[in-house]
């Protein structure tokens, strides 16, 4: 596996109700991750976006484990499972993840991962099985639980036999012992039957795989997988809530990042209608000066009429003086010209 950083042998705890959701492209890498994601990785979100996601996996985990989820996945089911990661600085967290395709108009567009805080036990069972499969011990220790689960299943059949040896004085021995083990394996096959069916019923359509249950509910016979059945759906409509959850943030930020620019909006155009109103008042007294200018302009066009009047009626007066006085320059040469002949006639007459 490749190499993805230093390990440590510090385990990593986070909150119980941190939910770690990521989303993933079809070649597996990031387009998306929440912020609890970001924390408990220890990667800043620019070191996620756009990386394959096996950047926080540890090298404890089982090839066959991932595996087993790339054949849930691409066949475009759900997958869980028990996952331990790798944070940035090489310690581990375990998580319980839940895998989602997720398709759009029908089509497998890429997969969706919530993960949740694990308890401890299943810690605990993870950590064995992981260990074994490492080791290559698992088909061993997987026959050995087979071979308990057949001779537990084989108990009624020795009980029933018991029950016939005790009734062999009434039928004899070989008849008593042969009604017990018939009646056993009747009654043994009836309700292996009955479960099967109720099974088959009961999970048709969830995720039920045999390592997952081994697991989660330490069996991987059809018991374990019908209570793995039942885990993975509770998982799943925990996965659904978390979704939901995630993308009611994303409508509440989008939802402020709108309220704050409709602040904006709404205090610029505060701000308008004063300019708008600063404005408006400059205009009237514009339009009052204008007013005052058209008045004046009109009280100075009468009195340029007056003056105009006033300078006409000067230049007739000017006008009449001036008659005047030529005439009075004709009449004093007149009386000039009479006094020298009146001088005239004196002188003759004296002399």
Not at 44 to 58: A, C, F
Not at 259 to 267: D, G, I, K, M, T
């Amino acid at each position: 596996m490749k190499n993805t950083g230093p390990v440590t042998n510090q385990e990593y705890l986070f909150d119980a109700d941190q939910e770690l959701i990521s989303s993933t492209d079809l070649t597996g890498k990031i387009n998306f991750c929440n912020e609890a994601f970001v924390t408990v990785s220890g990667y800043s979100r620019d070191e996620l976006i756009g990386k394959p996601h096996n950047l926080v996996r540890h090298p404890d985990m089982p090839k066959e484990a991932f595996e087993s989820m790339w054949t849930y996945l691409k066949n475009g089911k759900a997958w869980m499972g028990m996952v331990k990661n790798r944070r940035k600085n090489g310690d581990y967290y375990w998580v319980n993840a839940y895998v989602t395709p997720v398709f759009i108009e029908g089509k497998l567009t890429g997969y969706e991962s919530v993960r949740r805080f694990p308890d401890r036990k299943t810690v605990e069972r993870a950590e064995a099985v992981y260990g074994r499969m490492r080791a290559g011990t698992q088909n061993r220790y997987l026959f050995l639980q087979k071979f308990k689960n057949y001779a537990l299943r084989l108990l009624p059949l020795v009980i029933f036999a018991a029950v016939g040896f005790m009734i062999s004085d009434t039928y004899g021995f070989i008849e008593g012992i042969t009604l017990g083990l018939l009646a056993g394996a009747l009654a043994t096959t009836y309700l292996y039957k009955k479960r099967m069916v109720d099974i088959r019923h009961a999970f048709s359509d969830c995720f039920h795989d045999p390592l997952a249950a081994l697991i989660y509910h330490q069996s991987d016979d059809v018991g374990g997988q019908v209570a793995m059945a039942m885990t993975s759906q509770d998982a799943r409509i925990k996965t659904v809530l978390a979704r939901m959850v995630e993308a009611s943030k994303s409508v509440a930020d989008e939802t402020q990042v709108g309220l704050s620019r409709s602040q904006e909006a709404h205090e610029k155009i505060e701000k308008q209608q004063q300019e708008t109103h600063r404005i408006s008042t400059s205009m009237a007294r514009i339009n009052e000066a204008i007013q005052n200018i058209v008045t004046n302009v009109k009280e100075t066009s009468n009195s340029s009429f007056e003056v105009k009047e006033l300078v006409e009626s000067g230049n007739q007066v000017a006008m009449k003086t001036q008659a005047a006085i030529e005439y009075l320059s004709d009449t004093s040469q007149q009386v000039a010209s009479t006094i020298s002949i009146i001088s005239e006639e004196t002188s003759r007459i004296t002399a």
